[in-house]
Structure formats: C-alpha cells, structure tokens
C-alpha cells in the first residue's frame, strides 16, 4: 500500500504561482512513477503531469506544458508540481498518484490516489 497526501493548493490570482506537494508513506515510494491529475466537477479527470521513478521521464498535458513543472525527492518521498502563469482555466482539483509502470498518462494505469487539494485560480 502507498499512501499519498497532497498540500499546497489555495486561491492564487491569474498569473501567479503555485507549488504542490504531495508525501507519500508506505511501499517503496522510488519505484513508482508519480502523476498529478485534476478535475472540475462534472468533467472528466485530466492528466496533468508524471514523472518516472527515476526522475529521468517527464510528460505533460497539452494544457500544461511550458507552464508546470513536475519533480520529486526520493529521499523525502515527495513529489512536487511547480505551477506558474495560472490561468483560470487551471481551477480543479488536484490528484497526487502512483503507477507500477515506468510511465503512465491515464488514470486507469494508477494503483493509489490522494484525496486531492483545490487549487483556485481568480481572474
């Protein structure tokens, strides 16, 4: 079992910045790769960003690139995701989650989730 607990979201204007974290306990934390997700009630989930157990494989969404930066600590057991230039269209909330496979863009490839942060982003 792998149990993941996401901080750092809050209310931030347009623009600014944002730093997620999320800790993980557990299982062998460096052999899973590490994805951020997030989601707007009533649509889909959306990948966001993962980044390999090595930190040598990084994706992101479409919607993020340029913008997110996605890293992690294996020594902490933490991985991080470095929001700049918010936009409104960023507001959801955020998943922190874990994947056996060396990198993974969708939700069905994850074995355990956190309970998620918001993040608001004001215009």
Same mark, same amino acid.
């Given at each position: 079992?792998?149990?993941?607990?996401?901080?750092?979201?809050?209310?931030?204007?347009?623009?600014?910045?944002?730093?997620?974290?999320?800790?993980?306990?557990?299982?062998?934390?460096?052999? =899973?790769?590490?994805?951020?997700?997030?989601?707007?009630?009533?649509?889909?989930?959306?990948?966001?960003?993962?980044?390999?157990?090595?930190?040598?494989?990084?994706?992101?969404?479409?919607?993020?690139?340029?913008?997110?930066?996605?890293?992690?600590?294996?020594?902490?057991?933490?991985?991080?995701?470095?929001?700049?230039?918010?936009?409104?269209?960023?507001?959801?909330? =955020?998943?922190?989650?874990?994947?056996?496979?060396?990198?993974?863009?969708?939700?069905?490839? =994850?074995? =355990?989730?956190?309970?998620?942060?918001?993040?608001?982003?004001?215009?």
């Amino acid at each position: 079992q792998v149990q993941l607990v996401e901080s750092g979201g809050g209310l931030v204007q347009a623009g600014g910045s944002l730093r997620l974290s999320c800790a993980a306990s557990g299982r062998t934390f460096s052999s =899973y790769a590490m994805g951020w997700f997030r989601q707007v009630p009533g649509k889909e989930r959306e990948f966001v960003a993962v980044i390999s157990w090595s930190g040598a494989l990084r994706r992101y969404g479409d919607s993020v690139k340029g913008r997110f930066t996605i890293s992690r600590d294996n020594a902490r057991n933490t991985v991080s995701l470095q929001m700049n230039s918010l936009k409104r269209e960023d507001t959801a909330v =955020y998943y922190c989650a874990a994947s056996g496979l060396t990198i993974a863009t969708s939700g069905p490839e =994850y074995d =355990y989730w956190g309970q998620g942060t918001q993040v608001t982003v004001s215009s």
